[in-house]
């Protein structure tokens, strides 16, 4: 089984940034395609970013594009979500998630499907103030 934790949510002024981090365990973390999404309260769960197992492709959603990054160190087990240039809408609880690559198809079609995704860590919250 993978676990995911999520570190590096918090509060933080409009324009500002944050860098998220999810731990994961296991043997294979290399061959999953790791994802971040987000849900802020009242909403339903929204793609943020994606990265492939291989080639490091990445994809990112239209409202987020541009001020977010997402990376991998597989030798650490571990991806990261830069932020920058938050604004009050990226308030929410932001969770990563692994899906097993073989069975995923390419493009952000399928990875932007939370419903594609087999592990889900517990989220950690981010607040942008105005």
């Known amino acids: 089984q993978v676990q995911l934790v999520e570190s590096g949510g918090g509060l933080v002024q409009a324009g500002g940034s944050l860098r998220l981090s999810c731990a994961a365990s296991?043997?294979?973390?290399?061959?999953?395609?790791m994802g971040w999404f987000r849900q802020a309260p009242g909403k339903g769960r929204e793609f943020v970013a994606a990265?492939?197992?291989?080639?490091?492709?990445?994809y990112y959603g239209v409202s987020v594009k541009g001020r977010f990054t997402i990376a991998r160190d597989n030798a650490k087990n571990t991806v990261y979500l830069q932020m920058n240039s938050l604004k009050p809408e990226d308030t929410g609880v932001y969770s990563c998630?692994?899906?097993?690559?073989?069975?995923?198809?390419?493009?952000?079609?399928?990875?932007?499907?939370?419903?594609?995704?087999?592990?889900w860590g517990q989220g950690t919250q981010v607040t942008v103030s105005s």
């Open positions: 998630a692994a899906a097993q690559s073989d069975y995923l198809p390419r493009g952000v079609a399928a990875a932007s499907n939370g419903g594609a995704y087999d592990y």
């Open positions: 990265i492939r197992e291989i080639g490091d492709s990445t």
């Open positions: 296991g043997r294979t973390f290399s061959s999953y395609t």
